[in-house]
T-cell receptor
Framework: KQEVTQIPAALSVPEGENLVLNCSFT??????LQWFRQDPGKGLTSLLL?????REQTSGRLNASLDKSSGRSTLYIAASQPGDSATYLC??????????FGEGTQLTVNP | DTAVSQTPKYLVTQMGNDKSIKCEQN?????MYWYKQDSKKFLKIMFS???????INETVPNRFSPKSPDKAHLNLHINSLELGDSAVYFC?????????????FGPGTRLTVL
């Protein structure tokens, strides 16, 4: 059974900082791994999807890396902004399109 | 233009009642999902359908029954509601359910059982 852990659980930083969110998973037999953000009272928005054969994906100020064999992924956010404040969730996908979510990292970027 | 929509957004009801949550996607996707996010914010998959066929059926009480009248709709019916059913329920869809697909989520339905 896949288990996903995200560290830290919460993070508060001043605007402009570069930061790293960590995700670890127990079952390395994954097809891909997705990073989502969830704003309070809202649904999830997909940020990045990394295929199991890839090492990283980039979108704007976001960069996600994947080390499948060690069961780790990181989300790097460059030059953080107050609008980045949200909960960030990682979700590796195993067979049958089954996503397993971590509990998330709650990020607050202070102006 | 709403990609994945859910109704209602909020649902407050008494224990023992039967209720339904509706989900529709206008993305032309083949696969749809239901997730439950509990009070601790843990998000877990409940069901998925591909072209109206049940693909994933996690360990969910029989009181929960998904229904897919067509591939654009996946409704969730809950019988004999219990206090522990209080949660936010999210619908999602993906193009084909394949490993290259991003899942697109609806805004959620907050269910409160009194």
């Amino acid at each position: 059974k896949q288990e996903v852990t995200q560290i830290p659980a919460a993070l508060s930083v001043p605007e402009g900082e570069n930061l790293v969110l960590n995700c670890s998973f127990t079952d390395s037999a994954i097809y891909n791994l997705q990073w989502f953000r969830q704003d309070p009272g809202k649904g999830l928005t997909s940020l990045l999807l990394i295929q199991s054969s890839q090492r990283e994906q980039t979108s704007g100020r976001l960069n996600a890396s994947l080390d499948k064999s060690s069961g780790r992924s990181t989300l790097y956010i460059a030059a953080s902004q107050p609008g980045d404040s949200a909960t960030y969730l990682c979700a590796p996908e195993t067979s049958g399109s089954r996503l397993t979510f971590g509990e998330g990292t709650q990020l607050t970027v202070n102006p | 233009d709403t990609a994945v929509s859910q109704t209602p957004k909020y649902l407050v009801t008494q224990m023992g009642n039967d209720k339904s949550i509706k989900c529709e996607q206008n993305l032309g996707h083949d696969t749809m999902y239901w997730y439950k996010q509990d009070s601790k914010k843990f998000l877990k998959i409940m069901f998925s359908y591909n072209n109206k066929e049940l693909i994933i059926n996690e360990t969910v009480p029989n009181r929960f029954s998904p229904k897919s009248p067509d591939k654009a709709h996946l409704n969730l019916h809950i019988n004999s509601l219990e206090l522990g059913d209080s949660a936010v329920y999210f619908c999602a869809s993906s193009p084909s359910g394949g490993s290259r697909d991003t899942q697109y989520f609806g805004p959620g339905t907050r269910l409160t059982v009194l």
